[in-house]
T-cell receptor, first 112, second 111 residues
Framework: NAGVTQTPKFQVLKTGQSMTLQCAQD?????MYWYRQDPGMGLRLIYY???????DKGEVPNGYNVSRLNKREFSLRLESAAPSQTSVYFC???????????FGSGTRLTVV | EDQVTQSPEALRLQEGESSSLNCSYT??????LFWYRQDPGKGPEFLFT???AGEEKEKERLKATLTKKESFLHITAPKPEDSATYLC????????????FGSGTKLNVKP
């Protein structure tokens, strides 16, 4: 099925470890986004990529880096994980014609 | 500062009991207001986009309306399968890539 695929679905890290969250979309969308979702705080934008080759900071970028590898793939990297980064992470993509996001199913990350 | 507030935080309804969810917003320029449905353990699923005051959109038992300050999601004769968290988001006219999400309303429909 067409859509946004995120890997992994679950991950437990120790403080200070690094990891990369992967995201791929097969809808030929130009824009891709990384959000985190925390209880009572709603979805907050970490980074976004308006088109292949460009990335920009969102509301909460500290502690994260991103790479727009090609039009399909947008990865999120935690260089040195902290307990405050425990959250559910969602990748999304958007077509300017359709408006509205298509979200992946999320990565539940716990940092201990 | 741009802000999106949803109320109530949680809503319990009996099957068939109609009600409304509220999304109030403050943004310097509104390009669009979006409603999403989120089931537990899943990503949000797009429902509607509204662009101008007075606009309405409908899908099955759901109807979304928009004024200059707020949006309502009306649920008519809900069924247990309508149970989910409903999220509202606004998009700025000055930066299409900036969406501001509310924290959601968790709806529970009892049979």
């Amino acid at each position: 099925n067409a859509g946004v695929t995120q890997t992994p679905k679950f991950q437990v890290l120790k403080t200070g470890q690094s990891m990369t969250l992967q995201c791929a979309q097969d809808m030929n969308h130009n824009s891709m986004y990384w959000y985190r979702q925390d209880p009572g705080m709603g979805l907050r934008l970490i980074y976004y990529s308006a088109s292949e080759g460009t990335t920009d900071k969102g509301e909460v970028p500290n502690g994260y880096n991103v790479s727009r590898l090609n039009k399909r793939e947008f990865s999120l990297r935690l260089e040195s994980a902290a307990p405050s980064q425990t959250s559910v992470y969602f990748c999304a993509s958007e077509s300017r014609d359709a408006y509205g996001y298509t979200f992946g199913s999320g990565t539940r990350l716990t940092v201990v | 500062e741009d802000q999106v507030t949803q109320s109530p935080e949680a809503l319990r309804l009996q099957e068939g009991e109609s009600s409304s969810l509220n999304c109030s917003y403050t943004v310097s320029g509104l390009r669009g207001l979006f409603w999403y449905r989120q089931d537990p353990g899943k990503g949000p699923e797009f429902l509607f986009t509204l662009y101008s005051a007075g606009e309405e959109k409908e899908k099955e038992r759901l109807k979304a309306t928009l004024t200059k300050k707020e949006s309502f999601l009306h649920i008519t004769a809900p069924k247990p399968e309508d149970s989910a968290t409903y999220l509202c988001a606004v998009q700025e006219v000055y930066n299409f890539n900036k969406f501001y999400f509310g924290s959601g309303t968790k709806l529970n429909v009892k049979p």
